[in-house]
Nanobody, 115 residues
């Protein structure tokens, strides 16, 4: 099974920044579209951002201008840089293989934005 591991989640104050990482083992991430998703308590999982094999990107309207998705092929890792964080960004963040039909998920990393 293709394994993804997220890291970088933390408790941060509103206005702060975090960088999440999605690392892959035993396969090459740059062969795939990779998405970042989040799930807030009591809500459905939603797509936050996605990066294509050609490094095209898209973002949910709620995070445009604040979040940036990128790849480091040498490290076999996809990142999500999150700036100007808001309390409504709180949730568990997951990376997945694909943008729509997800073939494999990581276990998630918790982001809490709070005073």
């Amino acid at each position: 099974q293709l394994q993804l591991v997220e890291s970088g989640g933390a408790l941060v104050q509103p206005g702060g920044s975090l960088r999440l990482s999605c690392a892959a083992s035993r396969f090459t991430l740059n062969s795939f579209y990779v998405g970042w998703f989040r799930q807030a308590p009591g809500k459905e999982r939603e797509r936050v951002s996605c990066i294509t094999r050609g490094d095209g990107t898209n973002y949910a309207d709620s995070v445009k201008g604040r979040f940036t998705i990128s790849r480091d092929n040498a490290k076999n890792t996809v990142y999500l840089q999150m700036n100007s964080l808001k309390p409504e960004d709180t949730g568990t963040y997951y990376c997945g293989l694909g943008c729509n039909n997800i073939s494999s998920w990581g276990k998630g990393t918790l982001v809490t934005v709070s005073e």
